[in-house]
């Protein structure tokens, strides 16, 4: 008679708060429930890893904790072996340094993965600096891109922004960006430089913060006001003006 096949475990995906506010401020208390039953984590940074879970289970035993790194350090060989847990019937946790795993996050690799083998994904509620970015802006949130990080080069950043400034017009398509915040500076002045005064930008940024701040208005209107986001995360969205 053959064996009782080995049930898989599941593949939970984590989200993390995208700022210091208190986990569950964000996150939801069914999170909890779910990281106190996992000792196994596929996680973008150990040490943020430990200490969001620190966080949410002040008396979780660290020591048991078994932690596997996916960064762009991260070998093929080493990403293959990641789900052996799942393969071998225990749960793991994917956790992202902020937000939600898999949207801007490595973790899509091992989502990708876990489909591949069978394995069951589940996605737990959490904050989306995207999202919450795209809700609070005023645009098109039906039709809409993440376009992710345009050209570190000048000339073909300008490029860019005409191109999707271009798509949004002709498509009514929301586009939608981050970029790494010591270069916030740089890439809102070359949107000043590049788009039109009449296409609609807006600039969110440290979401979920008490420096909050969320500001939609057109070109033109952006280029009266002195504005400094230096070092802050932010998300950038453009709208084809009318």
Not at 44 to 59: C, D, G, L, W
Not at 185 to 199: C, G, R, W
Request: charged share 25%; hydrophobic share 35%; glycine share 6%.
């Amino acid at each position: 008679m053959e064996g009782k096949k080995l049930r898989k475990g599941i593949l939970h995906l984590i989200p993390t708060p995208i700022g210091n506010s208190s986990p569950f401020q964000v996150i939801p208390i069914s999170v909890k429930k779910e990281v106190t039953s996992l000792t196994n984590f596929i996680v973008e940074s150990e040490r943020s890893a430990r200490r969001f879970i620190k966080k949410i289970i002040p008396n979780k035993n660290q020591d048991e904790l078994n932690i596997f790194l996916l960064n762009k350090f991260t070998t093929k060989s080493e990403l293959g072996s990641y789900l052996d847990p799942c393969l071998n019937g225990l749960s793991m946790g994917l956790l992202s340094d902020a937000g939600c795993p898999g949207i801007a996050d490595p973790g899509a690799l091992i989502v990708s993965k876990a489909h591949e083998s069978e394995i069951i994904v589940k996605p737990h509620v959490g904050p989306s600096s995207i999202i919450l970015a795209l809700m609070s802006s005023g645009m098109n949130g039906q039709n809409f891109s993440f376009n992710g990080y345009l050209s570190i080069e000048r000339k073909q950043r300008l490029k860019d922004f005409k191109k999707f400034e271009q798509i949004a017009i002709n498509r009514n398509q929301t586009q939608i960006f981050i970029e790494t915040p010591y270069r916030n500076d740089s890439f809102f002045f070359d949107a000043l430089k590049a788009l039109k005064n009449n296409t609609r930008f807006c600039i969110a940024c440290d979401l979920n913060l008490d420096s909050e701040y969320i500001k939609t208005q057109t070109i033109w209107e952006w280029k009266k006001v002195k504005t400094n986001l230096n070092k802050r995360p932010c998300i950038f969205i453009i709208e084809g003006g009318s």
